[in-house]
C-alpha cells in the first residue's frame, strides 16, 4: 500500500511538473470579444481573426521558440464583464496579450484592470479619440483618420449643407460627435442645420427616427446622415431607410460601423450608394490583400465569409506585436511597449502601417459605396497614411494635450502649453 502510495504521488508530481513545462513552453495570447449579445454580429469574426493569425504564427515556427496558445472568453456584449474577463485572462490565465473589445464602453471598463496589472491591449475598432493608455495599442482609426475625412468628403464632393449626426447612445458616438459637431460649427454650419440623434443599443423601432430625418432634409439643402450606430441595430436602420424611400441620391449615409460583415446575409438592395468610411475594404486591389482573403477563407473554411476593416487592424496589431516581442526578446510587457514604438509592418492595402509614440499607427482613410454584392467600390482615399491623433485639434479641452510614451515624456496626456503631465485620461 505504501508502494502504491508513494507511485501514485510521484504520478501526481510528474503530472504537474509536466503540466508547469507545457505552460512555460507556451506563450500565450488572450482573446477578448463578444462571441453573444448585441455586439456578436461585428466581434465573432475578430475571435476568428486572431486564433487564424496564431495558428499562422506556430505554423511559421511560434515566437521565441515557444507555440502561440490562444484563450478564448466570452464577456457576452456586457460591459462590465469585460472587465471580469480581462482579470481572468491576466491574472488567472497568465496571458502574455489581449486582443479584444469593440466598443468604447467595453474598452473603458477594462482600461483599469489592464494599468492595474500592468499588461497589454491591442484594441481593433474605429474610436472617439481623447485618451492614450500606456498598455493599450490603438489600431483602429482615430478621429481624424475617419471621421473628419468623411464630413469632409461629404462637404467637398457631395454638397453637403445640413447633418444628422445619428448614434448609439455611448461614449464612441457622442464624443465623435462632439468634435464633428465643433468641428462642423468651424466650418460655419448653423445651429439649425444640425440634427443629432441616439438611441440604446440593439434598437430596431427606427420609424418615426427616420421619419425625422426625413423630415429633417426636405429644407432644401442637401441633407447627409453620419452614422455612428452600432451592432445589429444597423439592419433595422438601413430597412427603415429603404421602407421610407430613402435612397442614397436624396440623403446619403456615412457609416463608421457598417463593413462587409455587418452587410453579409443581409438584403442590399435598399443600400446601394450609401457610404462608409474605413481604412481597409475587402475590395482594395492589392497582392498582400489577396493573400490574407484567401488564407481567411482557407482558414474559416466557407467561401461566403468576408474580410473587414478591424480584421485589418487586428491583422496589423498581431504583426506588430510578435516584432515587438522579437525585437525585445521577451513577452514582458515593459518591455514589448518600449520596443514597439517605431515598429512597421505591411498593411492590407499595399502600404505601410507604423506605431507611433502615442500607440496609434498611421492609417488611410478609404471612403467606399455600398454594392449590391455587400461590398464596396472605393471612390476615395488618402494618396498616403494620416497618423493617428490621440487628442482632438477641435476641443477646447484637448487641442493643447499630447501623447508621447517614449522617454524622457513617457505620458498619454501632456499639456504643451502648462508642460505638465496629468496621467490617464477615462473619462
Known sequence: MKRIGRNLMVAVLLAA????????????????????????ISETTLKDTILMMVEEQNAAGGLLGKKLEAVV?????????????????IAKEKVDVVFGCWTSVSRKSVLPVFEELNSLLFYPVQYEGEESSKNVFYTGAAPN?????????????????????????????????KILEAYLKAKGVKDDDIMISYTPFGHSDWQSIVADIKKFGNAGKKTAVV??????????????????????????????????EELSGIDTGPLVGHLAAWNYFMSVDAEVNDDFIDGWLDFIDDEARVTNDPMEAHYIGFKMWVEAVRKAGTTSPSAVQDAIIGVAVPNLSGGIATMMPNHHITKPVLIGEIQDDGQFDIVWQTPGTVPGDAWSDFLPGSRDITADWQQPLSCGNYNVKTGKCSGQNYE
Request: charged letters at 20%.
Open 145 to 177: 483618420q475617419q471621421a473628419i475625412p468623411a464630413v469632409d468628403y461629404l462637404m467637398n464632393d457631395i454638397g453637403a449643407k445640413r447633418w444628422v449626426l445619428a448614434g448609439t447612445d455611448y461614449v464612441y458616438p457622442r464624443t465623435t460627435n
Open 227 to 260: 452614422s455612428t450606430i452600432n451592432g445589429d441595430a444597423n439592419v433595422p436602420f438601413y430597412k427603415e431607410l429603404g421602407n421610407q424611400g430613402i435612397s442614397a441620391e436624396d440623403i446619403p449615409v456615412i457609416a463608421f460601423s457598417v463593413g462587409e
Open 17 to 40: 511538473t509536466s503540466s508547469i513545462a507545457t505552460a512555460a513552453d507556451t506563450i500565450k495570447v488572450g482573446i477578448l470579444h463578444s462571441l453573444s449579445g448585441t455586439m456578436a
Open 73 to 89: 472568453v466570452d464577456p457576452a456584449s456586457n460591459w462590465p464583464l469585460f472587465a471580469e474577463k480581462a482579470r481572468e485572462l
